[in-house]
Each structure stands twice: as C-alpha cells, then as structure tokens.
C-alpha cells in the first residue's frame, strides 16, 4: 500500500472525459443528457463499452463495470472520469479493481453518492486524490460547476469555498438545508468521507476510511433518523468520530422520520452525536444529494471554518 499522496493531472479544456456506471443502471436519455453536458463545457465523452449493460438493478455484472473502470484508467487519453450516477453496487467492485493499475495511471475520478465505496477505496489502497462533487446527470447548477472546475482546472495553493446561497434560501422553508455550527472553530486536516451509509458498511474491511485527524464529511438521502443515527455509532465504535479533526455533516435530503411512529427529527439525530464533540462540528454545508454542491478532494488537506461558513483546500487537487 502506497503512503505518497498522489494528485491527478489537471482537467484541460478539449480533454476526453469518460463516461462509466459502475453502480445503477442507466438509459440512453441519461446518456445523451451527460455527452450533451460534456460537450457543451469543451470537452469530448468517450462512452464505456459497457455503459449500456443491464444486471437487474446495476449497469452490468461485476466483472463488465470493473473493466470498465480499468480501461478508462488505462486509456491515456482519458483525463476524468465521470460517473453516470450513484445508485447501489459499487462496493462489489472492491475487490476486483487493479489498485497498481489505477496509480500507475492517475486519472480524475468524479462522483458521489454510491461512488463513495470507489473514492475511499482508492485513496486507501492507491492514495490517489478522487473527488466528491456532481455526477453526469446532476441538475444544472452555477454553484456546482463553478467550484468542480476551478477544482479540476486550476490548481491553487490555496482556495476558499463558500456555502451555496440557494441552499440558504431553500432553508426558510426546508430547515434541513440550514447551516448549522454545533461546535465552533477551525479545524485543519485531509478530506476524508463521502455518503454515510457507504462509509459505516466499509468500517471493518480493508477499505475503510481512517478518519483520525482528518475533516470527515458525510452526507445522506432517503433515510430515517434511527439509521443514521446507527451509522454514525458504527462510526463512532470503529474509530471514534472523537479522534476526527472535524465533523461536516452536508445537507441531508429527505432524511425525516418514515411514519407515524415515534422518532427523534434529523437535527436531534445528529446531536446524539456532534453535541458530545470538542471538535468542531457542524451540519447542512452545501454538498451531498443536492443540486447545489460543491467538490471534496478526498484526502486533500483542508481548512474548516464555522465562523467563516468555509472550507478552504489548503493544497492544490491536481497537478
């Protein structure tokens, strides 16, 4: 396992961008939609011979969406790749993927959601940079993809990330999109997270992200408060969200309780947990499964600030 942080070269303007699904199925619209996007930013899309495959609910069998991924990574052309969409089913490419082929060939890897199994599996195993931002069919979104290029493009030693005004405007009727400062502070340390679920089902394997001192970021969809609130005690269990240098919970969609029974809200959830940090801690930051959202380099060194409203990466992405 390598121990050098290694950083993908920069995304140029006419650079060939792939386009896999190594998760949910997909539809020829969606595909059209995303060269489409591609295209229209100045780039070129290079199709995955498997992109079209169907698996039940997954965009191919195991071994169709691994040689996928290997031969973007092979393909010296291919400077990004991007994932058509989360889904489910990514963890069961783990441990089949070629992690000396995917250093010897540092390509951008662009997604979230489902992708958090690829992102934290590669950073451990290959310790190479990926990036938590928007997939091929995310929603427009002048935010999104102001923060992703600058990410991708323009290496800077140093670059500040402001939280989305249409997410704070989406609060005063869906709280859940508030910012919320648990703990104040500032907080220094490398990237490390991705959606929750993700996260807590690695805990225990040989890619589990060790977030020791590390500003872990977490987000989630379509869950219930007791589920989360289980994830984050695997976490806390595992490695102790204590041992973190800062705790960034991102806008939690639709996370409200399922029914009529008796449930504590999303805020109260994730109290539980961050209430008991001395670290800071705070919720609602713009990223997660939400249009506005801004880019994670995982395992870049960062900077939160709770007074600030702001994440500043403190090193250059890509190189």
Known sequence: MPRTLLKPPRLRAGDVIGLVAP????????????????????FRAKLANNLRAVHGGYAGAVRQRVDDLHAMFAERDVRAIWCMRGGSGC?????HLDYALIRA???ILLGYSDISALQLAILKQARLVTFHGPVATSGPSDYALEHMLAVLMHPQASYTIPMALENSRRALLE????????????????????????VSALMGTPYAADFRKAILFLEEVNEAPYRIDRWLTQLDL?????NAAALMVGICDRCGPEDEEPSLTLDE????????LVIPA????SFGHIRHQFTLPLGVTARLDTARQTVTLLEPAVS
């Open 91 to 95: 963890i069961s490419l783990l441990e």
């Open 282 to 285: 705070v919720s609602g930051y």
């Open 238 to 242: 595992s490695v102790g969200l204590r």
């Open 269 to 276: 959830t994730l109290d539980l947990h961050l209430k008991p």
């Open 105 to 107: 060939n540092p390509t």
């Open 23 to 42: 998760g949910g199925r997909i539809n020829d619209d969606a595909i059209g939609y995303a060269v489409a996007r591609i295209e229209t930013l100045g």
């Open 175 to 198: 709280p859940h999109f508030s910012l919320r400062t648990v703990t104040s502070g500032q907080a220094t340390g490398p990237l490390i997270g991705g959606n929750l679920s993700l």
